[in-house]
T-cell receptor
Framework: AQKITQTQPGMFVQEKEAVTLDCTYD???????LFWYKQPSSGEMIFLIY??????QNATEGRYSLNFQKARKSANLVISASQLGDSAMYFC?????????????FGTGTRLTIIP | GAVVSQHPSRVICKSGTSVKIECRSL??????MFWYRQFPKQSLMLMAT?????????EQGVEKDKFLINHASLTLSTLTVTSAHPEDSSFYIC????????????FGPGTRLTVL
């Protein structure tokens, strides 16, 4: 069985600062995919970034980067130069196979609030 | 990224009626779509996996006769909540798997169902 743990229920960060959202996972599958999604108050789930378990380099996507530490089973999301529009719920998720063929298992989420 | 639409975005119905929610992949074909349910301030819980041309796979504890899923084409899956009751009130959100993007799941904007 897969499990995702997000230990930060809420975070407050000053605008323009960098923020790290924690995510640890547990799985017995040798290959898997890790995802981060953003859910603003409107409710839609916005895909941010993907990391495959066999990818050698950490994934980056604009201001988002994923700090993937396989030995520690962690996949923290780093947002650089935070903006007011970054305020939202953030969910870490994983899939059983490298290419997301299976269902996603979600963490409980972190509510990020950016302070002006 | 890929675009997934959901309709309606919000629905209010009387207890005992049935409600149909549509999920469409607008710019890609999706052989697999997923239906989630989200209670306030909680994470997403997978209800079922919808496969084009075959029966849906339901998660444990989800009543297949209550939540009917039809994946009639490569771009459309529907969820019908039959004989809805107030406890079915929730946020329902679908996702579609895009094989062009490492099989990343892209989410629709969600449907808020309120059963009176």
């Amino acid at each position: 069985a897969q499990k995702i743990t997000q230990t930060q229920p809420g975070m407050f960060v000053q605008e323009k600062e960098a923020v790290t959202l924690d995510c640890t996972y547990d799985t017995s599958d040798p290959s898997y995919g890790l995802f981060w999604y953003k859910q603003p108050s409107s409710g839609e789930m916005i895909f941010l970034i993907y990391q495959g378990s066999y990818d050698q380099q950490n994934a980056t996507e604009g201001r988002y980067s994923l700090n993937f530490q396989k030995a520690r089973k962690s996949a923290n999301l780093v947002i650089s130069a935070s903006q007011l529009g970054d305020s939202a719920m953030y969910f870490c998720a994983m899939s059983a196979t490298r290419f997301g063929n299976e269902k996603l298992t979600f963490g409980t989420g972190t509510r990020l609030t950016i302070i002006p | 990224g890929a675009v997934v639409s959901q309709h309606p975005s919000r629905v209010i119905c009387k207890s005992g009626t049935s409600v149909k929610i549509e999920c469409r992949s607008l710019d890609f074909q999706a052989t697999t779509m997923f239906w989630y349910r989200q209670f306030p301030k909680q994470s997403l819980m997978l209800m079922a996996t919808s496969n084009e041309g075959s029966k849906a796979t339901y998660e444990q504890g989800v009543e297949k006769d209550k939540f009917l899923i039809n994946h009639a084409s490569l771009t459309l899956s529907t969820l019908t909540v039959t004989s809805a009751h107030p406890e079915d009130s929730s946020f329902y959100i679908c996702s579609a798997r895009d094989r062009r993007s490492s099989d990343t799941q892209y989410f629709g904007p969600g449907t808020r169902l309120t059963v009176l």
